[in-house]
């Protein structure tokens, strides 16, 4: 094995026991697969609790109407990071503002209102009539086009967000086999906003009027993100030996 070979493999393993330290239990090698029927409270919280369901896949049903959502309450996401989630609109009402989406949000407001009351957010969601990037902090906020056409009831999409920076994005949206339907990057987050994107961001799964299947959460470190992971991992190592001594 080569030099690059063993650096690269070095850099996956710290990456992954970075994601599992810092994701509690519900998190395996970097994925929450939602399995059984209990949900892990302790990992997240419930904005609307009865309206959430876990069944090996979680479902979100507020298709009678209003929003719930369910959040990462200390894991986030940062820059050189992907968030993927498969996605399943089982119904949407439409006529009420039928919609689904997965955010990473600063979770101001934690459980005692919806995500989009959270000073800041970013995601995807699929609407009547389009798959959009959505980003702002409450009251305000907007996105930019990935599909021009919504997600169809009964399909699964996988849904990505992908951390440059603090201030940049690429969001995609995948069949289930890694064809990419639509992409869209954005380069600059900040715009239009009079405050800056924490690095840090929560996790959160969410629906409008509409009922849907999260199969699982999956975090990922792209390789370009890993060796700078693995270097921080050995100073953070190596202040602690120097703590504990």
């Not at 970097?30 to 990992?43: A, N, P």
């Not at 009865?50 to 986030?76: P, V």
């Not at 021009?148 to 289930?176: G, K």
Request: aromatic fraction near 10%; charged fraction near 15%.
């Amino acid at each position: 094995m080569n030099t690059a070979r063993i650096m690269r493999v070095a850099c996956v393993a710290v990456a992954i026991a970075l994601v599992n330290g810092h994701a509690q239990a519900a998190f395996i090698n970097g994925r929450e697969s939602f399995l059984g029927v209990i949900k892990d409270t302790v990992t997240w919280e419930q904005w609307m609790p009865n309206a959430i369901s876990q069944n090996n896949g979680l479902t979100i049903d507020t298709l009678a109407g209003g929003t719930a959502d369910y959040t990462t309450k200390n894991l986030t996401i940062g820059p050189g990071q992907v968030l993927r989630v498969p996605v399943t609109i089982l119904e949407a009402n439409y006529n009420t503002g039928g919609a689904v989406y997965v955010l990473l949000t600063s979770n101001s407001d934690r459980n005692f209102q919806s995500s989009f009351f959270d000073d800041a957010y970013l995601g995807i969601g699929s609407t009547s009539r389009s798959i959009n990037t959505n980003k702002g902090g409450y009251p305000s906020g907007y996105g930019a086009t990935i599909l021009s056409s919504p997600q169809p009831i009964n399909q699964t999409y996988i849904w990505e967000i992908d951390r440059h920076t603090n201030n940049s994005a690429t969001f995609t949206v995948r069949d289930l086999n890694e064809n990419v339907l639509g992409s869209y990057t954005d380069n600059d987050l900040n715009l239009g906003f009079g405050f800056t994107f924490p690095e840090q961001l929560h996790i959160s799964l969410y629906t409008q009027s509409a009922k849907a299947l999260f199969s699982y959460v999956e975090i990922r470190v792209p390789e370009s993100g890993l060796l700078a992971l693995f270097f921080s991992a050995t100073v953070v190592a190596a202040r602690q030996r120097r703590f504990r001594s």
